[in-house]
């Protein structure tokens, strides 16, 4: 009996194929720390759009024109260790006409990216490719500085002749950046929080228009520990908490920070994290209505997350050899929620946190100063977050409202999520 012979898939059925895997990947590996929830959204749908597209094609043997190739590229893009929080993806940015494929941030900068997916033999300097170039490069020098990027990155996913790149480096200033160098990075995992990955591009080219005028200033040194034991570090015990701590790393000098929020801050010392849960959800309901009242059932929630997830584990992953800074704002909030709120205990590792943290001055970056205080972006959230970003540090919190909001804005904003807890008074 004669093998039988397997047809190959026509083109249509190989994109339908590509573009289901992808929104695979989308949906179930790219981790929330890479985009945003309302990117995410946009990039489904275009995924769902492109697919009806291949769906109702009469006669599938057909060649085709597909975009699948570009969404790829995109995704391809955003897997980039140094790549976060992108806000906006295949949109314009508001308040300009230009279209934008990502706004991000890559390093610790703001950023925009255009991708393109083009057959390289048919990119020319004189196309299409100077327009759209030269219209995104002014819209970056113009753009509001709440918007701003630092950079501009045009990435050619399946390479760029020589002579184009030429061009490119001459018309726009811009430097080709070898992106595969030293890739062996801390990137974000599906749970959200960091290890080392590798990423590749085989055959891209990369290119980065630096912009003008870049005000996220970033100074030299941070101050040194500011404490009521003038830097004389507090004892660790052997339990979570003690080698949450042994985590962070001392000193002043900028570099692998990581800010924090009086949310992050109240998770780390709270008692449901610190071995309280399973005592607490064995007190008799009535105590524990009449002890929380209102907030019975969001206490008996996190009890419950933390006896399946504990989130001091989870934090040692995202603190390992970082910095710890608060603003002087974090601090009074935070000494104020603990002498109120606070049990002995979690009064205790209050001050043991205290110690080892580097407190700085309030000082917003201008970009989130320029921001409008609404509502949901108020002004003590600002100067946190702003400070956080002034030093180019990603914010831990559980303020998933603001950060919510900021990413409304399409602004890109580093920060690490957690889930919430609350001080119990032991």
């Given at each position: 009996?004669e093998?039988?012979?397997?047809?190959?898939?026509?083109?249509?059925?190989?994109a339908?194929?590509?573009c289901?895997?992808?929104?695979?990947?989308?949906v179930?590996s790219l981790?929330p720390s890479?985009?945003s929830?309302l990117?995410?959204?946009?990039?489904?749908?275009?995924?769902?759009?492109?697919l009806?597209?291949?769906?109702r094609l009469?006669?599938?043997s057909?060649?085709i024109?597909?975009?699948?190739?570009?969404?790829?590229?995109?995704?391809?893009?955003?897997?980039?260790?140094?790549?976060r929080k992108a806000?906006?993806l295949?949109?314009?940015?508001?308040?300009c006409?230009?279209?934008v494929?990502?706004?991000?941030?890559?390093g610790?900068?703001p950023?925009?990216?255009?991708v393109?997916?083009c057959?390289?033999?048919?990119?020319?300097?004189?196309?299409?490719?100077?327009?759209?170039?030269?219209?995104a490069l002014?819209?970056?020098r113009?753009?509001?500085?709440?918007?701003k990027?630092?950079c501009?990155?045009?990435v050619?996913?399946?390479?760029?002749p020589?002579?184009?790149?030429s061009?490119?480096?001459?018309?726009?200033?811009a430097?080709?950046?070898?992106?595969?160098?030293e890739?062996?990075f801390?990137?974000?995992?599906?749970?959200?929080?960091?290890?080392?990955?590798?990423?590749?591009?085989?055959g891209?080219?990369?290119f980065?228009?630096?912009?003008?005028?870049?005000?996220?200033?970033?100074?030299?040194e941070v101050?040194?520990?500011l404490?009521v034991?003038?830097?004389?570090k507090?004892?660790?015990?052997?339990d979570?908490?003690?080698?949450?701590l042994?985590?962070?790393?001392p000193?002043?000098?900028?570099?692998?920070?990581?800010?924090?929020?009086?949310t992050?801050?109240?998770?780390?010392v709270?008692?449901?994290s610190?071995?309280?849960?399973e005592?607490?959800?064995?007190?008799p309901?009535g105590?524990?209505r009449?002890?929380?009242?209102?907030?019975y059932k969001?206490?008996i929630?996190?009890a419950?997350?933390?006896?399946?997830?504990p989130i001091?584990?989870?934090?040692?992953?995202?603190?390992?050899?970082k910095?710890?800074?608060?603003?002087e704002?974090?601090r009074?909030?935070?000494?104020?929620?603990?002498?109120?709120?606070?049990?002995?205990?979690?009064k205790?590792r209050?001050?043991?946190l205290?110690?080892?943290?580097?407190?700085?001055?309030?000082?917003?970056?201008?970009?989130?100063?320029?921001?409008?205080t609404t509502r949901?972006?108020?002004?003590?959230?600002?100067?946190?977050?702003?400070?956080?970003?002034?030093?180019h540090?990603?914010?831990?919190t559980?303020?998933?409202g603001?950060?919510r909001?900021?990413?409304?804005?399409?602004?890109?904003?580093?920060?690490?999520?957690h889930?919430p807890?609350a001080?119990?008074?032991?």
């Amino acid at each position: 009996m004669e093998p039988a012979v397997v047809q190959p898939a026509s083109e249509a059925e190989q994109a339908k194929r590509r573009c289901l895997c992808l929104q695979e990947l989308i949906v179930n590996s790219l981790p929330p720390s890479k985009l945003s929830t309302l990117a995410k959204l946009t990039l489904l749908r275009l995924l769902r759009a492109e697919l009806r597209f291949l769906f109702r094609l009469s006669s599938p043997s057909t060649r085709i024109t597909s975009n699948i190739g570009y969404f790829e590229s995109i995704v391809r893009v955003l897997l980039h260790p140094a790549l976060r929080k992108a806000s906006r993806l295949c949109k314009p940015v508001p308040s300009c006409s230009v279209h934008v494929d990502i706004v991000c941030s890559f390093g610790s900068s703001p950023s925009w990216f255009l991708v393109s997916d083009c057959n390289p033999t048919r990119i020319s300097w004189t196309g299409s490719l100077r327009s759209r170039a030269e219209r995104a490069l002014l819209a970056a020098r113009s753009a509001s500085l709440a918007l701003k990027p630092a950079c501009l990155f045009l990435v050619f996913s399946r390479g760029l002749p020589d002579d184009t790149a030429s061009e490119i480096g001459r018309h726009l200033a811009a430097v080709e950046v070898d992106v595969h160098a030293e890739c062996n990075f801390f990137e974000d995992l599906k749970e959200g929080w960091i290890g080392v990955g590798w990423w590749e591009m085989k055959g891209s080219r990369w290119f980065r228009v630096k912009i003008e005028g870049d005000d996220l200033e970033r100074v030299n040194e941070v101050p040194r520990f500011l404490t009521v034991s003038n830097g004389e570090k507090a004892h660790l015990g052997k339990d979570a908490f003690g080698e949450l701590l042994s985590c962070l790393r001392p000193g002043g000098i900028v570099g692998d920070l990581i800010n924090f929020d009086t949310t992050a801050l109240i998770a780390m010392v709270s008692g449901i994290s610190n071995d309280s849960a399973e005592t607490l959800l064995r007190e008799p309901e009535g105590d524990l209505r009449q002890r929380f009242k209102r907030n019975y059932k969001f206490v008996i929630a996190q009890a419950t997350s933390e006896l399946e997830q504990p989130i001091l584990v989870e934090l040692k992953v995202a603190l390992d050899g970082k910095k710890g800074i608060i603003c002087e704002s974090v601090r009074l909030e935070f000494k104020e929620l603990i002498f109120m709120c606070g049990g002995a205990k979690e009064k205790l590792r209050a001050g043991q946190l205290l110690k080892h943290l580097i407190v700085v001055p309030d000082r917003p970056s201008a970009r989130i100063c320029d921001l409008p205080t609404t509502r949901k972006i108020g002004e003590k959230n600002k100067v946190i977050f702003g400070t956080g970003d002034h030093y180019h540090a990603p914010t831990l919190t559980a303020n998933s409202g603001f950060v919510r909001a900021i990413s409304q804005t399409s602004m890109s904003l580093l920060t690490i999520e957690h889930r919430p807890r609350a001080l119990t008074g032991d």
